[in-house]
Every structure is written in C-alpha cells, then in structure tokens.
C-alpha cells in the first residue's frame, strides 16, 4: 500500500480532560511541518484512538493529556497496541507530567515526553528522526 | 474637554519641533528608522470626557473603581482575609481530593489547626465535571485526581461532615468549580440544607456554571449548546425564587484567555457571553435589576504586558456599564459594573516550568498593577504552578507575602486608579474599548454569543490567536526568560523546597475506595424511588419551560447519582461533542 511520503501523526486526547489547546497546537504545528495529521477530538477512548490509529495507519500516536491519568491511559495504550501489532509506531506523549514520571512512561515503552519545556521543534525534530518511513 | 484648542496647537507645534529636532538626532546617531519607544501627549486624548469616561470611584462608568472606598483597603483594614492576602488563615482557596472523606479531613485538619474557614472552595474531579460516575468506564484513573469525587448526595454529606455548628451552612459560602452539572450539585447542597433544617434563604455561595466558555477553552460541556442554556436558566430562576442569597454563574473570561485569546478576544467574549446569560434571565420574565445582582464574575485572565492589562480592564468596565443600560435598560448603577473576583493580571499560562522561582516576580508584577485597578493584590499563581502536584507551602507563603508587601509597604492601593488622566492609559483605553465594541458587534450579527459558540466559531478565532503567539514564541519574537531566551549554560537553576499540604497517597487508593461507597449507596437506597425520580426526570427534561431543579432535589435526596440523572438527560438532550 502506497501511505505516501507524508508523515502521519494521529493526535489523541484520551479520558475526560477537555484541555485540547496544546493537542490542536501540536496538530497544527506537525502539518505545517508537512505532515499529514489527524485530530480525534476531546474525551476518546483508549479503543477509539485504537481504532482511528489503525484505520488511519498512522506513523505516530501523539497523547496529550495534563488530568494526571497519564501512567493508567498511557499502560493502556501501550498495551492495545501490541496486541494489535502496532506497536512498531511511535508512541509519544504531551502535556502536565510531573518530572518524576516520565522516567516511568519512557519504563512503559512511550517513544518520548513532551512537557511544557518542550519546543515544538524539538516535537518536529524528534517525529521526523524516528519514523521509519517504509520507502526511504 | 480637558485641554483647549489653542494649548493643543501649542503642544501639536512643540511636538512636530522634538520629532524633528533631538527625537531625529537620536535616532541618527542609533541608525534608527524608527524610536523603541512610544510618548504620548494630550494629542492623543483631545476629547478626553473625565465624566463620561472614568468618573469618581462609585460612580458611573465605574472605571475607577465599584466602590467610593475600595473593597480591598475596608476587608484588608479590619484584618479578614482578601484575595490571596490571607489565605494561609483560610482554606477558602481552591481544594479537593480524592474521595469525600479525604476532602472532609482535609478541611478537618485546616479546623483542627484552628484556621477559621469561610467555607469550602470546591474543586470536583473530572468525571463529576463531566456528568459520570466513579464507576464509569470513562472514569477509569481520572476519580479524585483534580478534585473531589462526588456521586451521590452521601458524598456531599460526607464532605460536610466538616463543617457544622458555628461554621454550619447557613454561616458559610460554598464556591463550586462545576458548570455542566452545576444544578445537580446545587440541588444536593439544597437537599443537604433541608436535611439539616437549615432555610434556603440562608444558603450563601457560587457554582461556576459558565457552560458557554467551556465548549471555547475548558472542555467540560455534557449537554449540546441549547440544552445547557437551559439548565443555566434554570439556575437563575429557581434561584432568584429559593435561593436570594446564592449568585447563579461566575462569568469568566480567565480559560479563554488561557486557552490563547487575545486580551481583547477574551474580555469581548465574556461580555459578549455575558449578555447571553442575561438575556436567559430577561427572557424567563424576570427583572434585570434583580437577577443581575446574582451574577459574578471570576476574571479575565491575563498576561504580561501589564499596562495593556490595566487598558483593557478599565475599558472592559466602561463598555459593561454601557450594555447593561443601553441593551438591558437597567435602572439600578449597581448593576452597571460587574463584581469580579479579579486577580491572575498575567494570568497562569505565562508561568514557566524552566526557572520557576522567576514566576515569582511575574506573579508580583500582575499582583502590583491589579492593586493599582483596585483588584485584590493577588500574587497568582503560586510560582510552582507549572511543576504539577499542587502548590507548595513555601510557594503560597512567598505569594501571600508578596500581596502583603504590595499592600502594607509599598502601598499600592492607597490611591484609586492613578491611571486615571494618563495619556497613554487613557488613550489606549479609548482604543481597546472601540475593538471590543468591535467584535461584540459582529457576535451580534451572528446570533449573539450562543450562535458562535454553537458554530465553533468562537473557538475557532481563539486558536488562530494561540498559534500566532505559539509562532512568536518559536521565532523569538516573543520572549520567556529561561525558556527561549537566556538559556546559556552561564544560567543557573534556582529551586527551593516544596512542601505540599496534600497527603497525595491518598489520592492513589481514592478511586476503589470511591467506587466501594457508591456501591453502598447503590445497595441501601430505595432503587424503585429512585426509578420513578429520574422517569420524572426525563418526562419534564422533553418540556422546556419546566425548570428541572425541583426534580434534582427530589433525586438526589432519593441518592440517586448525578451519573443517572445526566444520563437520563442525554437521552433527551444529546451529548455535547
């Protein structure tokens, strides 16, 4: 299947928090950077964004999440996605997470964590150099 | 006028000979097109009407000020507590874990240390928020994490446990951070005052419920646009009928301005907003001049150009007073200017997680300018806001001992509104209210604020204005210190201790813990009644002029969930998306 040279991010908020400034930011930024990227709307499920990442066959989950539920949702994701076999995409989070998490979530698999300190080329840089694109 | 034609023609010629003369050498000798820095004259405020446009503190417009002597320097003068001034003598602040028994200890151990409190501050966690259960699947990992988790009235019972005798509910105020379900909430505090004996009349406090910016910027809506609507309406008339002493909304422009409005997009939104609630109260038949007095404001938000944050709000003030007489023909000028909690002038989102002591000095800078408008000298947000896991002790004493510099020694809110007369203040003043005008003109042609909330167009134009300042940010032409500029490694981290007042391994085990209890609510209640509440529910939900809150009282006394009765309500309303 040709997916393209694009690279295709699908942009998650999970659970019940409605803070989606940060996740529209992001998807905004990604497909300024010529990316390809999907926004799935506040409140989804972990079976939805499930759903939506294989349907869209995206290169990249990208959670934004700042309620504090990230190491439950996070286990969860992760989880989905190797039985699912998608677990060869990247995976990365964005949003409030304490410092002392993030040694945590990185443990549990996630690509990389983007807090408030994060530039969002560094997103860019970071997305672009660790896709693995079949064709190139 | 304040200035003549012939002293004007004066100043007009004397500023053409400094343009020309020492203002273009300087700039000469810099190899300048253009001077950094702006002056402004009596030129730029020809027309200036002190009457019309500011008027003495008390007056109309109400720019200097609601009141002839502010709230702040008489609350502040007889030693009780004001803004954040005091707040480590009150637990009034922003509280709530866990399951109800830890937000009830919590309180307990703030009595135990005999801090008077004013009343609880509630924050709710977000399957409350949000119209679900602790036991919904949705649920899973968010019970007791931002704020209290509340099911079943036996949750508010328990969270009150806290406070009887001398602090009993007819002696408090309850604030409530809770909007789509708000009128469930506030029937459990109705059904708990009954239980307790205590009149409706007495009841003192102030729920949230601003659904219309959460669809914009907070994202708690459970029902469609409409529906919401009309549960706010009926917040307002059962409480103008039941509850005289409880305000119905706090307006508040802060998530939007948080979530990247520009100042003048966030105060042109809340009024516009604003007027929309109004009108809910107009259109029940009520009479403007008593239910207004019911409607709070929480604040604008902010951000760090202080002087222009100062501009805004004296014109936000102005253009209140004008729609409150010019749409509503309000006769009462105690309603021409809005009580706003105030404070947050440079709002949260400027606060960085790199170098978080200097949110210190930011937070001082926003508290200093909000005294010298005559808001609370609130020093917010506690510098370690960014770091996550609540505020520090340490960082609200440095917050509350920097409101008390700004009031006790450096004095601030001596003087009201020196502002006032200034050229620039004024001038930009004048501008800021004509692009507010501006845009409450054009929600106007849309429908009004509901209209462009409903077509997402509000939120729409609020992330243009995020991702142009996120592009600034990035380019560098806006500047954080220590976060894209001055990031060297000659700089240097500062950090001090934390020591947070939560027990937050409480927190870990709140969500079993939570479910347990409203199994057992479950198992003990009269399930038929509650069957027969929430089919009532239903039927009168399908009925529009039927104000639904009577019928939450009898639910909830039933211990019925808000859960079940928000899920009957989405089967006639719909879901918010």
């Known amino acids: 299947m040709d997916r393209g040279e694009k690279i295709r991010v699908l942009v998650a908020k999970a659970g019940m928090d409605g803070h989606d400034k940060g996740a529209i930011l992001v998807a905004t930024t990604l497909r300024d950077a010529g990316m390809e990227t999907i926004y799935t709307g506040l409140r989804r499920t972990v079976e939805q ?51 002392e998490d993030i040694p945590k979530l990185k443990d549990m698999g996630v690509s990389a964590v983007f807090t408030q300190s994060s530039s969002f080329e560094e997103m860019v840089d970071f997305i672009r150099s660790n896709v693995k694109k079949e064709e190139s | 006028m304040l200035f003549d034609r012939e002293q004007l023609e004066k100043i007009r010629e004397a500023k053409k000979m400094w343009e020309e003369g020492p203002l273009q050498k300087a700039l000469d000798r810099f190899g300048a097109a253009e001077s950094p820095n702006k002056f ?61 028994e830890d937000t009830r200890d919590f309180y307990k151990d703030v009595h135990a240390k005999g801090l008077r409190v004013g009343g609880p501050n509630l924050a709710f966690d977000l399957p409350t928020q949000t119209g679900r259960d602790s036991d919904d699947e949705f649920a899973e990992g968010e019970v007791g994490k931002v704020g209290v988790a ?15 005798g001398d602090m009993d509910l007819d002696k408090i105020a309850s604030n409530f951070t809770i909007n789509g379900s708000t009128n469930i909430i506030l029937a459990m505090y109705v059904a708990l005052a009954e239980k307790r004996g205590i009149p409706l009349s007495k009841l003192r406090g102030t729920p949230q419920n601003d659904i219309l910016k959460e669809f914009v910027a907070r994202g708690t809506q ?95 003030r102005r253009v209140w007073a004008g729609v409150m007489q010019e749409r509503f023909g309000s006769k009462d000028p105690r309603n021409w200017y809005y009580r706003e909690l105030g404070g947050a002038l440079v709002g949260y989102w400027t606060a960085t997680k790199q170098r978080p002591v200097n949110n210190l000095t930011r937070a001082v800078l926003g508290a200093a300018f909000s005294a010298m408008i005559g808001e609370p000298p609130a020093c917010e947000p506690p510098y370690d806001e960014p770091l996550g896991l609540g505020h520090s002790l340490e960082a609200q004493q440095l917050g ?25 203040i004024e001038s930009l003043t004048d501008q800021m209210e004509k692009e507010i005008r501006a845009i409450l003109e054009r929600i106007d042609k849309m429908g009004g604020a509901v209209a462009a909330v409903e077509s997402g167009w509000m939120k729409e134009e609020i992330m243009r204005s995020s991702y142009e300042y996120q592009q600034a940010l990035e380019s560098g032409r806006e500047v954080q210190v220590g976060v894209n500029k001055y990031t060297g490694p000659e700089e240097i981290e500062v950090t001090t201790p934390r020591t947070l007042p939560y027990d937050l391994g409480r927190r870990e085990d709140a969500e079993e813990r939570q479910i347990a209890n409203l199994k057992k609510v479950k198992k003990e209640r009269d399930n038929e009644k509650v069957q027969v509440c929430l089919k009532r529910i239903k039927e009168a939900a399908q009925d529009e002029s039927v ?24 089967e006639v309303f719909g879901e918010a998306i």
């Not at chain 1, 066959?57 to 996070?74: E, K, M, P, Q, Y």
């Not at chain 2, 007056?59 to 702040?72: K, L």
């Not at chain 2, 104000?547 to 989405?570: D, M, Q, T």
Request: aromatic letters at 10%; charged letters at 25%; a negative charge.
């Open chain 2, 40 to 100: 402004y004259t009596p030129l730029d405020i020809e027309d200036f009407n002190f009457l019309e446009k500011v008027g003495f503190p008390g007056t109309p417009p109400f720019v200097a000020g609601r009141y002839p002597v502010s709230a702040i320097s008489t609350a502040w003068g007889r030693g009780s507590a004001v803004g954040m001034g005091g707040a480590l003598k009150r637990a009034g602040r922003y509280t709530g874990f866990g399951a109800p």
């Open chain 2, 222 to 316: 459970i029902f469609p646009v409409r529906p919401s609507m009309r549960m706010t309406r009926d917040t307002i008339t059962y409480c103008a009928e039941h509850l005289p002493g409880m305000n119905t909304i706090s307006i508040s422009g802060y998530h939007m301005r948080e979530f990247g409005a520009t100042r003048v997009q966030a105060i042109a939104f809340t009024i516009a907003d604003a007027i929309a609630y109004v009108q809910l109260g107009v259109d029940a038949g009520l009479d403007v001049d008593k239910f207004v007095r019911q409607m709070t404001w929480l604040s604008f938000g902010g951000g760090m150009e202080v002087l222009k944050e100062v501009a805004v709000r004296r014109a936000a």
């Open chain 1, 49 to 99: 964004i499930i759903a939506t990442a294989i349907q869209e066959d995206v290169d990249v989950i990208g959670l934004s999440i700042l309620s504090g539920a990230h190491l439950s949702v996070a286990q969860k994701i992760l989880k989905r996605m190797k039985e699912e076999e998608i677990d060869d995409r990247l995976f990365v989070i964005g949003g409030v997470i304490p410092d």
């Open chain 2, 150 to 164: 509340v099911d079943t009235l036996r949750d508010f019972e328990i969270i009150y446990e806290a406070f009887i």
């Open chain 2, 400 to 424: 509350e001992d920097a409101a008390r510099i700004i009031m006790e020694e450096a004095k601030l809110c001596e003087v009201l509104d020196p502002f006032a007369g200034s050229y620039y």
């Open chain 2, 547 to 570: 104000n639904l809150i009577p019928l939450f009282v009898e639910a909830v006394k039933e211990y019925a969930s808000e859960g079940e009765i928000c899920g009957v309500l989405k």
